[in-house]
């Protein structure tokens, strides 16, 4: 009924920039929380930065100063804009959002199949 996709990942060079999208699809009736998670290789899945809908957002301390993160006018899609990329930045990039179905009550987590970002010296 409700997916999320995600764009924009790739290879890149130490200090270079990537921008990722996220759009939902299906039978959206609203959103309220989307964010951007990231899971390194043995390593647990972790926040990189949420949004709200009224556009307050949140980031890893990790992150903070070379992470943005937005959202749409339609509010259905999410971007998250990475610059000064470093080498631990390097994960598989998951896109969530709290969704409410068209024609159901209360919100339900929903997951992207996620983007593989690479940042190599």
């Known amino acids: 009924q409700v997916q999320l996709v995600e764009s924009g990942g790739g290879l890149v060079q130490a200090g270079e920039s990537l921008r990722l999208s996220c759009a939902a699809s299906?039978?959206?009736?609203?959103?309220?929380?989307m964010g951007w998670y990231r899971q390194a290789p043995g390593k647990q899945r972790e926040l990189v930065a949420t949004?709200?809908?009224?556009?307050?957002?949140n980031y890893a301390d990790s992150v903070k100063g070379r992470f943005t993160i937005s959202r749409g006018n339609a509010a259905k899609t999410v971007w998250l804009q990475m610059n000064s990329l470093k080498i631990e930045d390097t994960a598989v990039y998951y896109c969530n959002a709290d969704i409410q179905v068209s024609g159901t009550y209360g919100s339900q987590e929903y997951w992207g199949q996620g983007t593989q970002v690479a940042v190599s010296s």
């Open positions: 299906g039978r959206v009736f609203s959103i309220g929380v």
């Open positions: 949004i709200t809908s009224g556009g307050i957002t």
